[in-house]
């Protein structure tokens, strides 16, 4: 019965795991769409009075401290979870099954560790994104009380324009770039459950059939090194991007 209950136990801490696993995943989702469209929405607004942005860019703000929030606390909870099952791969009787509660485990705190990082990466982005917003904008406005103290377009006034305008287009191209970086993580996030799922079954073939395990290794090494060549492609051509952007 000790054994049944047990059992029972690990089974409510994974039931849980996964419930929060997949909370933070629509959370995160929408988190990063809530970045993705706080630049867009502010550009098509740059042209309307000052009333307006004030205000939708106050909600956005406020509804990206909310999640944030809730992000973290499901974060939290997950972290206490997984706490939790590494205690129990401690609990005496449970040795007959240890490997297989470890590799559950390390797959739990895995997911955990990459939703911590996707968290913090896209929190980052949004600070970075409405910093420059706010630079760009407090720019646009000491042109604007410039023009209208000065009454007339003189030199200075029109060099000032078109540094202004080389800054929005860099901006601009910054965005997409952000918005291209941000569709393809979505795109891998979502592969990435079907992947984990995979590599569980692969692992537990492999375990059983030596010659497999072999085999999977080779395919694991080559893996990382075709990672590690498209990271490089991917690092050059940002850099270049950024380079292109800001000359």
Same mark, same amino acid.
């Given at each position: 019965?000790?054994?049944?209950?047990?059992?029972?136990?690990?089974?409510?801490? !994974?039931?849980?795991?996964?419930?929060?696993?997949?909370?933070?995943?629509?959370?995160?989702?929408?988190?990063?769409?809530?970045?993705?469209?706080?630049?867009?929405?502010?550009?098509?607004?740059?042209?309307?009075?000052?009333?307006?942005?004030?205000?939708?860019?106050?909600?956005?703000?406020?509804?990206?401290?909310?999640?944030?929030?809730?992000?973290?606390?499901?974060?939290?909870?997950?972290?206490?979870?997984?706490?939790?099952?590494? &205690?129990?791969?401690?609990?005496?009787?449970?040795?007959?099954?240890?490997?297989?509660?470890?590799?559950?485990?390390?797959?739990?705190?895995?997911?955990?560790?990459?939703?911590?990082?996707?968290?913090?990466?896209?929190?980052?982005?949004?600070?970075?994104?409405?910093?420059?917003?706010?630079?760009?904008?407090?720019?646009?406005?000491?042109?604007?009380?410039?023009?209208?103290?000065?009454?007339?377009?003189?030199?200075?006034? &029109?060099?000032?324009?078109?540094?202004?305008?080389?800054?929005?287009?860099?901006?601009?191209?910054?965005?997409?770039?952000?918005?291209?970086?941000?569709?393809?993580? &979505?795109?891998?996030?979502?592969?990435?459950?079907?992947?984990?799922?995979?590599?569980?079954?692969?692992?537990?073939?492999?375990? !059983?059939?030596?010659?497999?395990?072999?085999?999977?290794?080779?395919?694991?090494?080559?893996?990382?090194?075709?990672?590690?060549?498209?990271?490089?492609?991917?690092?050059?051509?940002?850099?270049?991007?950024?380079?292109?952007?800001?000359?």
């Amino acid at each position: 019965m000790a054994g049944i209950g047990s059992s029972n136990y690990w089974e409510d801490l !994974r039931k849980q795991a996964r419930q929060l696993e997949n909370e933070l995943d629509l959370k995160l989702v929408s988190f990063s769409k809530l970045c993705t469209s706080y630049s867009s929405s502010r550009d098509g607004r740059r042209d309307t009075s000052d009333t307006t942005p004030l205000l939708n860019n106050s909600t956005q703000d406020r509804m990206f401290d909310t999640m944030s929030v809730e992000i973290e606390q499901l974060l939290a909870k997950l972290t206490a979870v997984n706490d939790k099952m590494a &205690e129990y791969t401690n609990t005496p009787g449970t040795a007959s099954l240890n490997a297989a509660l470890m590799h559950t485990l390390q797959r739990h705190r895995d997911i955990l560790q990459d939703y911590t990082h996707e968290f913090h990466k896209t929190k980052g982005n949004f600070l970075a994104i409405r910093e420059r917003e706010d630079l760009l904008g407090s720019v646009r406005k000491d042109i604007e009380t410039y023009k209208s103290g000065s009454g007339v377009n003189n030199r200075r006034t &029109e060099l000032f324009l078109k540094e202004h305008e080389h800054l929005r287009n860099s901006d601009r191209l910054m965005n997409d770039t952000i918005s291209i970086a941000m569709a393809t993580k &979505e795109n891998m996030t979502s592969q990435r459950g079907m992947l984990k799922s995979i590599q569980s079954r692969v692992n537990t073939l492999a375990n !059983r059939f030596p010659t497999i395990n072999n085999l999977i290794q080779r395919i694991n090494l080559r893996k990382r090194r075709d990672s590690l060549i498209l990271g490089t492609v991917i690092g050059v051509c940002t850099i270049l991007l950024l380079l292109y952007a800001l000359h």
